[in-house]
Structures are given as C-alpha cells and as structure tokens.
T-cell receptor
C-alpha cells in the first residue's frame, strides 16, 4: 500500500528561526501534495497544494512568504516555516495524491513548538 | 465549492453499543467521500471511501458507511463499539475525485468516547 513519510515527527525551535518539514511518498509517485495545519481539538485546515515542478497554490489567508513549499520531485515536498513565532506552533500534516490507485495518503504529522 | 458538516463534536457510547457518526455533504458534482480516524498526535488513517461505486461502503475495523444522495449524507456506523475505537473521526469530501484539480476538505471532526 501507499506510505507517506513525514519528518520530523516533532520539533522545538526558537522564535525567529526557520524550520523545514519533509514529506516523502515512499512507494508511489505523488503528482500533488497537500499541506494541512491542525490546531488542538480542531479540524485540518488546508494550507496549500503543491504540484511537482510548479509553484504551490495557497489557500486564502495563508502567508506564502512565511510558509514556503517546495515540490522538487515526484516523491518529496517540503514545508519551511520561516521566522517562526509562537503562534505558528501547531500540528502540520502532509498528504500525497497519486491519482486513481491510492488516492490520498497522509503522513503521520509534525508537532511544531516555537518557544 | 464542496463542504462537509459533522453533527456532534462529541459522541459517547457504551462498549458494545452501536456507533453512529453523522456527516452531511455539499457538492455541486458527484462527490468522493471519505472517513478518516485520528489518534492523538498521529496522522490520519483512512477508514473507508465512497467513489461512486456501491453506496454501502465497508471499511476497516468493522466500520461502514452508506452514501445517500437524497439526504446528502454519508454517516459512519459500527454495530458494536470497542474501547480501541475511541479517537477523533473526520468526514471529508472531494468534488473532483482524484483529478489534478481535486483536493480534500474536512469536516470539523467528531470525538468518539467509549464508556466501559
């Protein structure tokens, strides 16, 4: 079956620094990857959609300069939280779509804490 | 634009009782519908999905859901709850299947608690 690996699973960083989160499709090629943010006891909010080799499409209200997304290959997408602040602390989850076979597969999430 | 509404942010049932989690959707085209389960500090696990084939969909862990177009519903059920079913459940919709333009939109989630 389809597996999406997300790293790191948790990270603590100082305010003002940048953090990179990786999302890899291990056994399939993901033409499209998605990044979600989840606050405690809330649902997943779609942040952006990234297609391999092109710029990401951000949802309304998401700062593209703060949340940099790169999808350089069919198996890897990265989310970089730039100049992180405590309000960026959240659970970030990626998802990969391969088309008709596996549909959408989710990573295990990254707990980001900014201190 | 598509959307889903999950009725009840918290559902509590006794072990062995019927589980019913409600989901209504809105979509301008035939939707793909999904139920996911999330355990604390973990990602999402697909329970089942409806992709325009059989309206009664059977998933993992004894869960099933029925697509009812007339009611725009996709409620999740399980005949007998287990303690291990305690988790957060999300209903989700995609209005373009798995096409290049499709994306999944999630409902607000329902926390399922199981009483001994």
């Amino acid at each position: 079956g389809a597996v999406v690996s997300q790293h790191p699973s948790w990270v603590i960083c100082k305010s003002g620094t940048s953090v990179k989160i990786e999302c890899r499709s291990l056994d399939f090629q993901a033409t499209t990857m998605f990044w979600y943010r989840q606050f405690p006891k809330q649902s997943l909010m779609l942040m952006a959609t990234s297609n391999e080799g092109s710029k990401a499409t951000y949802e309304q209200g998401v700062e593209k300069d703060k949340f940099l997304i790169n999808h350089a290959s069919l198996t890897l997408s990265t989310l970089t939280v730039t100049s992180a602040h405590p309000e960026d602390s959240s659970f970030y989850i990626c998802s990969a779509r391969d088309g008709q076979i596996y549909g959408y597969t989710f990573g295990s999430g990254t707990r980001l804490t900014v201190v | 634009a598509q959307s889903v509404t999950q009725l009840g942010s918290h559902v509590s049932v006794s072990e062995g009782a019927l589980v019913l989690l409600r989901c209504n959707y809105s979509s301008s085209v035939p939707p793909y519908l999904f139920w996911y389960v999330q355990y604390p500090n973990q990602g999402l696990q697909l329970l089942l999905k409806y992709t325009s084939a059989a309206t009664l969909v059977k998933g993992i862990n004894g869960f099933e859901a029925e697509f009812k177009k007339s009611e725009t519903s996709f409620h999740l059920t399980k005949p007998s709850a287990h303690m291990s079913d305690a988790a957060e459940y999300f209903c989700a919709v995609s209005d373009q299947g798995y096409s290049s333009a499709s994306k999944i939109i999630f409902g607000s989630g329902t926390r399922l608690s199981i009483r001994p």
